[in-house]
């Protein structure tokens, strides 16, 4: 433990390196889904439980005695910013887009909620462009994605975090509650950590 935060930072990226996820590649939680945007509720709650216990041992790392919950507030939040994603064709401002409707939806104030985003490579089994009008369209034909590959990007998400510790330390001293939604977009999936801070919340 330090609260030198290049000396945690340090520690953390030896752990990192060395670190075991809860899904492992051929074990039986090790659920694999056509479309990983279409997470169960057991393997969505699963996933911002790991996530949690991974920011919970970050703060332990750096001192800090603040607190990041998940509750069934914020996993709906998660539920309705992946459907409100999905269903966008706003590729420009499809998270901005799908955080204020979801939060609009939750009664919450858009602006309390912060969403930070990794992207990984979907398996692509075939890929065919086509042009239309002058316009080119790529299609995909995908493979499956396991949970343990999306737990290793929701790892990857938090600990890119650390390189920046003022976004680090803003994600965890100005928020109280936070999920994470997991989307798809042409050959990549997106795993989002949205940070709600606590103003005009709903009782």
């Known amino acids: 433990k330090s609260i030198d935060w290049d000396t945690a930072t340090k520690d953390l990226q030896e ?4 670190h075991t996820y809860p899904f492992t ?9 056509d479309d990983p945007s279409a997470l169960s509720d057991s393997d969505r709650k699963r996933l911002n439980l790991y996530v949690k216990n991974l920011i919970d041992s970050i703060n332990s790392q750096v001192g800090s005695t603040n607190k990041m919950t998940v509750t069934d507030g914020s996993l709906e939040l998660a539920k309705r910013y992946t459907q409100k994603f ?18 609009s939806n939750m009664g919450l ?10 992207a990984a490579d979907r398996q692509v089994i075939s890929k ?8 080119v369209q790529t299609s ?10 999306i737990v290793k990007t ?23 509650y936070f999920s994470v939604a997991v989307t798809t977009q042409d050959d990549k999936f997106y795993v989002c950590l949205l940070t709600i801070y606590p103003y005009n919340l709903p009782s």
């Open 15 to 18: 752990a990192a390196a060395s």
């Open 25 to 33: 590649v051929g074990d039986a939680s090790d659920t694999v889904y």
């Open 86 to 103: 999905q269903s966008s064709n706003k590729n420009l401002f499809r998270k901005e887009d799908a955080i204020k409707l979801a939060s």
């Open 109 to 118: 104030d858009q602006y309390a909620v912060i969403g930070y985003d990794i």
């Open 128 to 135: 065919s462009v086509s042009i239309s009008n002058g316009n």
């Open 140 to 149: 995909y034909e995908y493979g499956t994605t396991k949970m343990s590959e």
């Open 154 to 176: 929701a790892f990857d998400l938090i600990t890119q975090q650390l390189t920046d510790p003022s976004t680090y330390k803003s994600i965890i001293d100005h928020n109280s």
